[in-house]
Structures are given as structure tokens and as C-alpha cells.
């Protein structure tokens, strides 16, 4: 039976009073000096020392000198051992890496060289960079189950004649977030140490080190011992990684702190990051992706699906075709993985043999249209080997703007403006990279917004009480046949009760009554669907549940 796992990578734990002190020490850049565009470099020297991935002058780069960002998602391979298809799913929806969970044997079951060797030949085949990190570490010192970072580097060095070869295509990850909050200083120097164990046993890989305090480094260790960290690798082939949860719920905490590498000339990415709010902040994924963007530096979401908290799953049960609202805006948002990924040039944009492009697709056709999205489905294209995916473009005079991939001839874009015209149309993709030619378009106007008039109910309950305080969900549900976004939930207690945290939504209280806007998660009820809020509140002696809820405005039926 697979053990059951935390929540999320990070577990993102609570850092309590002392992150406010933290940041309050730190200088917040301003968002437009932050990301400001990055001054294009000029091409280095070739590095005798460089195999393949390589880092020079702060940026990761390819054997053969280009650029290489990286945009994709985690993958929790040690716990889903069958689920390898996932790695064909995540490349057709536009994803050039994918992270994958493994374990050295001392939390979970040890993943064998030949199941490394599958893991990365398959990531291969369809043409993602593999970053190969062990789970096992996850909250050193603080997480009692975990282990050590010379043990990582031990499962690394037996994993040596697997991984030998691979260098344009592997970075390994030492350990994940290989330190809790408990005395986060002791993180540095077996860092360091196993660095340097992996360099003395000949690793020419790109190495990857995580954070600590569970990856999100709230009391910047890993920002302020970084550049000795980076002089500790003989081969300067080494990259940061922080992950991004609830700590970073702010524009300026997540500009200042990636502007921090980037102004040192340090290599960083993103090497996880949420979305969806929990009962310790909502994270400013907006902000991490658009700056991620600006300052061409790596995302890697989490993650692609089995959390035992599925609110992280970016898809349904691992089905391609079921993106959960956090999949969505991964995958087809702004700043999300079709607008911004680029394969790696290894790759050679194209397998010898495959030259013939997919069909031209059908003429797509529009439904399910509501002010902010609209489902498009068109006839498939057909190739000679096989269509892997499906590219959706706005078109706009003689530009066109990818706006969201698909492995099935089908597709439903969120974020639309409301009361706007669109021209969408659609190009076929293969396994060899080779595009069709664009299909004929198809114009859509969105609607103007609004919730349709007593058209939702609202389930309320407390799901858990103690004295003084209680826990509550509302679920709202849209019984219309129309979409509702960007809604405002009213309703009011009636026994002095006071809502202290939400997520799902933002609260605002004034006595009694009570208003919720939504997450950006939440922030569509799709026709017959719902969404959840859970909160925490303080209560009197009694705690009766409200009875009258309206959305914007209208009233809705209770349950």
C-alpha cells in the first residue's frame, strides 16, 4: 500500500510570527524595477568544464549555448510507479520538464536504476527535460521520517552508470526541501557536502539544490549563503531552487526575493509553486509566473496529480482531458505553460524520418460561452504516425497569440474578458514537432457577466467546533446553465460569530453580515458545478448556522 503523503511537497508549514519578522528585514524592489526585461547576454565561450546543461553567467543554458527556461510540472513517479503516461500528457499540453519524484529507499520504496533508466528514456522520447530529484529528505530536523543529504548523495552515486551520458537531458535534484524550520542555518553545509560528494564521484550534471525551511526559505539561509553554496561546486554547474506556497502571498515578497538571485548573477528557479489558498495564506501565483516570465527564470508546478489534498492536482485522476481549475491556469493562463514553453533544441525540432505535418483541423465551433470562457471543439486533424496535441491561437489582424494546448480536439479557455470579440483558431501537432497549418477560424463574443437570478444553492456547515472557535465549509453550488464568474456571496450570522481566516475566498464582516469574494481558483462556478470556501471563526455559546444566502445579489436556494 503506498503510504499516505503530505498535502503537498512543502506541506506548507505554518512559519508563525517569525516570517513577518523576516521579510519586515528585507528591501522590497518595486514590481517595475523587479521585472524589468532582462538584458540579453551575450553568448559565452564555450565551458570546458560544461557537459551538456550547463550554467553561465547566472543562466542555465545548453550544450550548445542556448537559453533554456524552464516551464512545466511535478510528477509523483515513487508513488504512481504506472502512471508513466503522464509524462506524454504534461508534454502534449505544452510542458518542456517535468520534476520527477523519486526515493533513495529511506522513507519510501527505493526507485531501482532500471526504473531511472525508464523514467528518463521516457521523458526523452517525448522531449522534456528531466529534473530527477529524491523525496526522502523533505523536512530534515524537523520531519522525523526524513534523511539526510549524504544519504541522497549515496543513491545518486549508485545511480552513476544510469545517469552517465545524459547531461543534456538530466539535472538532478539532490533532495527535496532537505530542511524543516527547526534551525534552518544547519542547511548549509551538507549542502555543500553533497555537492561536493557528487563532483568528487565525477557528476557532470547541472545539480539542483532545494531550500530550506520545507523549500520556501522564509528566513533566508539559502538567499544569504547562496553564492557560498554556488563556490562550493568546483564546476559552477549549479542551480537554486525555491518553492513557493503560502509564505509567498505577496508581489513584493516574491519580487524581492527572485530579484535577489537575479541581481547576484545566481541561477534560481521556481522548482514548485501553488496556487489555491489553504488556512495559512493564498499564494500570489499571478505574480510568481509573471515574473518568472520577465526575468526568464524556470516554473515547475505542483503538481500533476495524486495529492492527497487534490486541490493541488493540476489534473483529475492523471486525465489529460480533465484539468482542474489549478491545471488550467498552469497550463492556459497568462504567463502559464502554452504561452511561454519552448522545447529544449537537443531535441532538434524534429525525429528523422517524420517530416509530414498533421492535417489542417476542423473548423472550430464555440459553446458553453459566459463572460470570462468558452469551449471550442473542432474535427481532428490525422497524421501519418499519430497527432500527440492541438495548439489554440487568437487571431488578431496578422498576429496570433497561443493561448492553450490540447491532447484532445476539444478545449475550454478561462480568463476571457467579458463583452469581448475573439477570433480563435487551432494548429495539429506530432510527436516530431511538426504543425499543421492553421485551421479556419471562428469569431466569439463573450457574455457580459452577472449571475443569472436564483439560479444557485448554498450548502453551509461546521465541520468542526471547539470552545470559542469552530471550523465551516459553503459550498455554492451554480444550478443555471450558464457559468458565474467573478461572484459575491452574502449572507450573515446571527450569533455574534466572526470569520479569523478564509481561503477559497476573501472575507469582509461588518457585525453580522457577512461578504465572500472569490480565490482566483474559485472565482468560476461552471454550469451544474460548484466551489468550495473553508474558513475558521470565533463563536459565542451558541453557533446557529445562517439561513439566507444571496449571489450577487439574487437569492439562492440553502441545503
Known sequence: MRPTRPTSSTQRRNPLGTLLAGLAGLVALTLLGVLAPAVALAQPAPDVRATGLHISDGRLLEANGNDFVMRGVNHAHTWYPNETQSLADVKALGANTVRVVLSDGHRWTKNSPADVANVVAQCKANRLICVLEVHDTTGYGEEAAA???????????????????????????????????????????????????????????????????????????????????????????????????????????????????????????????GGPADQWGDPDEDTMMAAAEQLDLGYLAWSWSGNTDPILDLSIGFDPTRLSAWGRRIFNGANGIAQTAKEATVFGGGSPGDTQAPSTPGTPAASAVTATSATLSWTAATDNVGVTGYDIVRVSGSTETKLAASTTNSVTLTGLTADTAYTFAVYARDAAGNRSARSATVNVTTDEGGAPAGNCSVTYRATNEWPGGFQGEIVIRNTGATAVSGWTLAFAFAGGQKITNMWGGTVTQSGGAVSVRPASYTSTIPAAGSVTVGFTGSKGTTNTAPTAFTLDGASCASS
Open 147 to 273: 534523511g539526510t543529504l549524504d544519504h541522497a548523495a549515496d543513491y545518486w552515486i549508485g545511480l552513476k552508470d544510469v545517469l552517465a551520458g545524459e547531461e543534456d537531458y538530466v539535472i538532478v535534484n539532490i533532495g527535496n526541501e532537505p530542511w524543516g524550520n527547526t534551525n534552518p542555518e544547519g542547511w548549509t553545509t551538507p549542502t555543500k557536502a553533497a555537492v561536493q560528494k557528487l563532483r568528487a564521484a565525477g557528476f557532470q550534471h547541472t545539480i539542483m539544490v532545494d531550500a530550506p525551511n520545507w523549500g520556501q526559505d522564509w528566513q533566508g539561509v539559502m538567499r544569504a549563503n547562496a553564492q557560498s553554496v554556488y563556490d562550493a561546486d568546483t564546476t559552477g554547474n549549479l542551480i537554486f531552487s525555491i518553492h513557493m506556497y503560502s509564505v509567498f502571498d505577496t508581489a513584493a515578497e516574491i519580487t524581492d526575493y527572485l530579484g535577489a538571485f537575479v541581481n547576484a548573477g545566481l541561477p534560481l528557479l521556481i522548482g514548485e509553486f
